[in-house]
């Protein structure tokens, strides 16, 4: 079913209990990419905790480079703006934050556990349900804000996805074998992520970490960290402090990643 733009805006806004997500909402039924929209939006300082969501994205984008394939009526593309007063290096704790609210609210819905692939993938049985793109927005000092964007596969059917998808990407409805309302999915990731935010301004990092490492498959596993021009092999062991990969080496060193493409390399 299609959005109702106006309506469904003021519904959610009514019914959502957030402290700082949410301040503003708005449903659009097309636009090149939320984050992008929101990065326009921030020239005219736009509130924290803004919120844009797409009916369809017509250069929706995902990490690395890549496109973010964004159908109408099945998948959710919404981007969402936080103004913490927080140096660069903490982006990627932002980033863990969102991919914990993400993976609490798709097992909300899903009847088989999502789990975390870092640094903010979102599988299911191996396969891709949703991502995450956190940008930061910078001049000089302190960030003018992070933009947290998120699509999430949500009643796709098989067919429904491009061939090169085909095998790598899932939808809550595929695992449920029935559909979902999108707008509950879009409130109850508003109101974890505002839940995590806050939580983290309170307690920390460690808090996020904790969080994170409880709902990821990865620890304990061989992997492959692409940086681009080269690829790292080793067992995945924790998060540090920073919310960096740290990999157990064959030889037998420990490297700690702040990027880079992480595949599973056995069950
Ligand atoms: C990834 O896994 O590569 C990240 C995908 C992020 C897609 C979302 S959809 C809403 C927001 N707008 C964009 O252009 N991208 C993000």
């Not at 003021?10 to 929209?37: A, H, V, Y």
């Not at 939006?41 to 969501?53: F, H």
């Not at 998808?165 to 309302?181: C, E, H, W």
Request: aromatic share 6%.
């Amino acid at each position: 079913m299609a959005y109702e733009y106006k309506s469904d805006a003021i519904e959610l806004k009514k019914n959502l209990c957030c402290k700082r997500i949410g301040s503003n909402i708005i449903f659009l039924p097309e636009t090149d990419s939320t984050n992008d929209l929101i990065k326009k939006y921030l020239t005219n300082n736009v509130s924290e905790g803004t919120v844009v969501v797409a009916e369809t994205q017509t250069g929706g984008r995902g990490r690395q480079g890549r496109s973010w394939h964004s159908p109408p009526e099945i998948g959710i593309y919404l981007s969402t703006l936080l103004k913490p007063n927080l140096e660069l290096s903490q982006l990627s704790i932002i980033t863990l934050l969102a991919g914990v609210a993400a993976v609490l609210t798709i097992n909300e819905f899903s009847h088989q556990s999502a789990y975390l692939k870092w640094p903010n993938d979102i599988l299911i049985d191996r396969k891709k349900v949703c991502g995450l793109l956190c940008e930061m927005v910078k001049k000089q000092g302190p960030p003018d804000g992070i933009i947290i964007g998120i699509g999430i596969n949500v009643n796709q059917m098989p067919e429904q996805f491009p061939d090169h998808l085909k095998n790598i990407a899932t939808s809550i409805r595929i695992v449920n074998g029935f559909p979902i309302d999108r707008l509950a999915v879009i409130k109850s990731f508003l109101t974890n992520l505002d839940h995590e935010y806050q939580t983290y301004l309170n307690e920390g990092e460690s808090s996020v970490i904790k969080k994170w490492s409880l709902n990821t498959k990865l620890f304990g596993k061989k992997v492959s960290i692409n940086r681009g021009s080269y690829e790292t092999t080793g067992s995945a062991m924790r998060l540090d402090g920073l919310g960096r990969l740290v990999l157990l080496l064959d030889n037998g060193h420990e490297e700690a990643f702040d990027s880079g493409e992480v595949s599973i390399r056995e069950k």
